[in-house]
């Protein structure tokens, strides 16, 4: 059986706690979130409709890809060009140190054991454990994608970034929960398999039947491609990616020039 966490998740409990406060008036803010996910094969498939202003909308922009097809690459490319990029994995991450609420939650939930001699979530034993298991992968998610995604709409919506033309939310996860209903647009970055293998082998010192495991755990990219309104091809890590990057910036603004 699935965990509270993880209903709470399906209905959007805890997404809805935390904007309740907010008080936005009402002429910003239109609709609900949405109740009720469709779990799949997959993935969870949560109708997360952030409650967003038009114009908060039009500057959130996804941008996701399987592991190893070189979407952290493209997020630094924007950086680099002074975009504003939120990385919901790096987000996560921080949410799961020692102390934190979530933190507690997984520990409790997959035992002692996924702790390292530091104190901290062992990334590599919690992946060995939920990328083997469809439901203990769900549970995890069920624990930690709420609280990320709040957290990362109420950055898109804080002092720093609400002058910020574009912003990109990256997260490999995008499609897989229903986000990209909340954003203007999703960029998909792909490369084929045996260069995404590759990488992911060299980088993280794993086999590739281990690789292999997380990407079947993921959307398909073709699945993925069908949901994107752009996709960034990135089959060599070259300049090729940046120049389809600078390119989409540059119709973006003149889209934005046209409707001023």
Same mark, same amino acid.
């Given at each position: 059986?699935?965990?509270?966490?993880?209903?709470?998740f399906c209905?959007?409990?805890?997404? /809805?706690?935390?904007?309740?406060?907010?008080q936005?008036?009402?002429?910003?803010y239109?609709?609900?979130?949405?109740?009720?996910?469709?779990?799949?094969?997959?993935? =969870?498939?949560?109708? $997360?409709?952030?409650?967003?202003?038009? %114009?908060?909308?039009?500057?959130?922009?996804?941008?996701?890809?399987?592991?190893?097809?070189?979407?952290?690459?493209?997020?630094? &490319?924007?950086?680099?060009?002074g $975009?504003?990029?939120?990385?919901?994995?790096?987000? #996560?991450?921080?949410?799961?140190?020692?102390?934190?609420?979530?933190?507690? @939650? *997984?520990?409790r939930?997959?035992?002692?054991? +996924?702790?390292?001699?530091?104190? @901290?979530?062992?990334?590599?034993a919690?992946?060995?454990l939920?990328?083997?298991?469809q439901?203990?992968? /769900?549970?995890?998610e069920? =624990? +930690?994608h709420? *609280?990320?995604?709040r957290?990362?709409?109420?950055?898109v %919506?804080? #002092?720093?970034?609400?002058?910020?033309p574009? +912003?990109?939310?990256?997260?490999?996860?995008i499609?897989? *929960?229903g986000?990209?209903?909340?954003?203007? !647009?999703? *960029?998909?970055?792909r490369?084929?398999?045996?260069?995404? $293998?590759?990488?992911?082998? &060299?980088?993280?010192?794993?086999?590739? @039947?281990e690789v292999r495991? !997380? $990407?079947? #755990?993921?959307?398909?990219?073709?699945?993925?491609?069908?949901?994107? %309104? &752009?996709?960034?091809?990135?089959?060599?890590?070259?300049t090729?990616?940046?120049? @389809? +990057? =600078?390119?989409?910036?540059?119709?973006?603004?003149a889209?934005?020039?046209?409707?001023?």
């Open positions: 059986m699935l965990n509270d966490n993880y209903t709470a209905v959007n409990r805890d997404l /809805l706690q935390g904007w309740r406060g907010r936005k008036p009402s002429s910003l239109q609709g609900i979130a949405q109740s009720l996910s469709e779990l799949t094969s997959r993935a =969870i498939e949560v109708q $997360i409709m952030h409650i967003m202003s038009k %114009d908060l909308h039009s500057r959130a922009w996804g941008l996701t890809g399987g592991i190893g097809s070189g979407k952290s690459y493209a997020a630094a &490319i924007l950086r680099g060009l $975009i504003p990029v939120l990385d919901m994995d790096v987000m #996560a991450r921080r949410l799961m140190l020692a102390g934190s609420p979530v933190f507690d @939650q *997984v520990v939930r997959f035992g002692p054991l +996924i702790v390292g001699q530091d104190g @901290q979530i062992d990334r590599k919690l992946a060995a939920v990328f083997t298991s439901e203990r992968r /769900l549970e995890l069920g =624990i +930690i709420p *609280v990320v995604i957290q990362a709409f109420e950055m %919506d804080s #002092a720093p970034l609400s002058k910020a574009t +912003i990109f939310i990256e997260s490999a996860l499609f897989a *929960v986000l990209e209903r909340s954003l203007a !647009r999703t *960029v998909l970055v490369a084929p398999q045996d260069v995404r $293998i590759m990488r992911v082998m &060299i980088r993280d010192k794993i086999s590739e @039947q495991a !997380r $990407i079947s #755990a993921q959307m398909d990219e073709d699945a993925m491609q069908n949901r994107a %309104d &752009i996709v960034w091809d990135n089959p060599d890590g070259s090729g990616l940046r120049r @389809q +990057i =600078i390119l989409t910036l540059a119709s973006q603004e889209e934005r020039y046209r409707g001023t």
